[in-house]
């Protein structure tokens, strides 16, 4: 299971990082949903026991929850921290949520309305839209490219970053 987790955790790190690079050099926000806070302590939360794993996509991944509602199956992600200022969410966390939503969409065959992100002091509702699937299949389609170049520049100047990273040992570029 670590391996799958590992995988994802990957996953989010690149598309944190593509979604900022994207986001700077276009100079507006990438086009995610800003989210909405929300009250969502109904319904049946249950704990999800293994990950979700699309060959298709060639992507895996568990969300904290499923919450069984009227609407069908939702997702939620729990995060420790509080929410950013704004009542929205972090990009990287809407990107994992949209890639729990599109597992879901693909292995139980049912289209989820929306995810939760919970925060310490906050649940924001993230719509599941036609949109924000067409900015994560694009994403995972770059990244895709990505693997396959033997340089890819680094998206950031932070050595907190890189001093944290996963996958220091397997960078191809100097760390900073
Ligand atoms: S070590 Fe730094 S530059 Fe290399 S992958 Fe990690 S964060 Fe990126």
Redesign the pocket.
Known sequence: MWIGLLLLSGLL?YLA?RLRRRAARNQRMSGLPEGKLVYADTGRWSAVAKPYFSERYRLTGKPDYLVDTDDGLVPVEVKRSAAPPGGRAYDSHVMQLAAYCLLIEEVDGETPPHGFIRYADATVQIDWTDDLRDLLLDTLEEMRDDLGRRDVA???D?PA??A?????H???????
């Open positions: 790190l990082l680094r998206s950031h932070d970053r890189c944290a990273c996963g996958v220091r397997g960078c191809g570029r100097e760390a900073l």
